[in-house]
């Protein structure tokens, strides 16, 4: 299931703003790093400098990932007019409200947590809890619970080559 979807205006500033952070992290990595020798003044001023770069690194990850849920309703249900820039990302409710073109109602939850122990830690399983109980009792032909882990990206040496050679 994968492409280019189309983009509400919103949705491309959104990602015009992730790009810039994209843009601003690459140019300040490539002259700066932290020094081999910890000095704690350097490193804080270092690390401060990302984070503010990045900012709410998790809502940008959640709103790529609602435009993955943007693919997938459009291709299961043919619903193209949602919107994933329409709620701000971490505002309460439910993530994913949308009526297909013969009036289905589709809702959904979406996970974009990465378990940081096997299974999940206490907060991880309450915050999946909520979801699911706030899933359960919101009205909708269709319920979902949209769960994104991202794979690993594997980047290969430019002259590496997994072919064998042609004789």
Not at 2 to 20: F, N, P, Q, T, V
Not at 24 to 43: I, K, P
Not at 99 to 115: A, F, Y
Not at 159 to 164: F, G, I, N, T, W
Request: net charge positive; proline share 6%; hydrophobic share 45%.
């Amino acid at each position: 299931m994968r492409g280019i979807i189309d983009l509400s205006d919103g949705e491309m500033r959104y990602c015009e703003r992730i790009r810039a952070k994209d843009r601003a992290l690459r140019e300040f990595l490539n002259g700066h790093c932290l020094s081999d020798v910890v000095e704690v003044d350097q490193w804080l001023l270092h690390l401060s400098h990302l984070k503010k770069t990045l900012g709410n690194l998790n809502n940008d990850v959640s709103f790529v990932a609602t435009l993955l849920v943007k693919r997938y309703l459009n291709v299961r249900f043919g619903i193209a007019d949602f919107d994933a820039a329409a709620k701000p990302q971490g505002a309460p409710g439910i993530d994913v409200e949308a009526v297909t073109p013969d009036g289905i109602s589709v809702v959904g939850e979406l996970k974009t947590t990465v378990p940081y122990q096997p299974g999940f830690g206490a907060q991880q399983k309450l915050s999946i809890r909520k979801d699911l109980a706030r899933l359960a009792s919101h009205r909708a032909d269709y319920r979902i619970m949209f769960v994104l882990i991202p794979k690993p990206i594997v980047h290969f040496a430019p002259r590496v080559s997994l072919l064998p050679p042609v004789v």
